[in-house]
């Protein structure tokens, strides 16, 4: 299968809700207890089976829509556990991503997207697949505690991470993409950004999905390969129902009503 980048950096803009204002972390972690450990493709629906999973490329394996793609990923497994038939298809991805200028049948414009400005602005504004974005929030992703939490609370992350060559063939044992850094540190020239940049969706602190596969990662290769990490709530997560002590949902919702009329 091919397999295609695509992640523009989000532009930087001061204005951006920072996640970390709205958590109370000890009161979240006696809450949520060991988030750390939390994986949502790994936890039982109320039907008490697991949830499936993702294996589309959602169209990432045609052209560089990774920023939509990942968003879909995001969309389908938390349709899952909030119980709506929400299933986002690779023609649904095409489409979303035909809103940056590509066009499906000459391949031109195949430019990429960024995560806040093709992705998540629209989807908060007028909504993607059936679904709208309540609010969204950037994420410090060199603290393993908040990263954790933002996963759980939002039923995942977007992160956008500057892929290295030397991560291409790293698997574990079962064939799937484990990528770390290698002993030593990378070698010259297969750093960080060697291989392009991309967009990821991760339902665990260290586990993903990307082109359909699973990828893990962990602490040394997220924090020198990642550039940007972002939590959201999809109104199809109910939030306002199950906001655990510790998170200012009600005031995140407030400051990002503002932050869109600005």
Not at 211 to 222: F, N, S
Request: charged letters at 15%.
């Amino acid at each position: 299968m091919t397999r295609f980048l695509g992640c523009n950096p989000s532009p930087q803009d001061s204005r951006d809700l920072q996640l970390a204002s709205y958590l109370d972390k000890p009161r979240l972690i006696e809450a949520i207890q060991s988030p750390r450990l939390h994986d949502w493709a790994a936890f039982p629906l109320v039907s008490g089976r697991l949830p499936a999973y993702d294996r589309d490329p959602l169209y990432n394996n045609v052209a560089g829509c990774c920023t939509f793609s990942q968003g879909g990923h995001w969309v389908n497994l938390t349709a899952q556990h909030s119980g709506y038939p929400h299933v986002v298809t690779a023609d649904m991805v095409k489409q979303a991503y035909m809103s940056t200028g590509y066009n499906p049948i000459t391949g031109a414009g195949d430019n990429g997207a960024s995560i806040r400005e093709d992705l998540l602005k629209p989807w908060k504004a007028s909504g993607w697949w059936g679904t709208k974005l309540l609010a969204y929030a950037a994420v410090d992703w060199t603290d393993p505690e908040e990263v954790a939490i933002a996963g759980f609370l939002g039923c995942g992350t977007l992160g956008g991470y500057a892929l290295p060559l030397a991560s291409q063939n790293q698997t574990d044992a079962k064939g799937r993409m484990q990528w770390t850094v290698p002993a030593g540190g990378f070698p010259e020239g297969q750093g960080p950004g060697s291989w392009g940049l991309h967009a990821m969706y991760f339902h665990g602190e260290n586990n993903g999905n990307t082109w359909g596969d699973e990828v893990a990662t962990d602490w040394p290769w997220k924090r020198q390969c990642c550039f940007e990490l972002w939590f959201g709530v999809l109104d199809i997560m109910q939030m306002g129902s199950r906001a655990p002590n510790g998170f200012d949902w009600q005031q995140l919702l407030l400051d990002a009503e503002a932050r869109t009329r600005q």
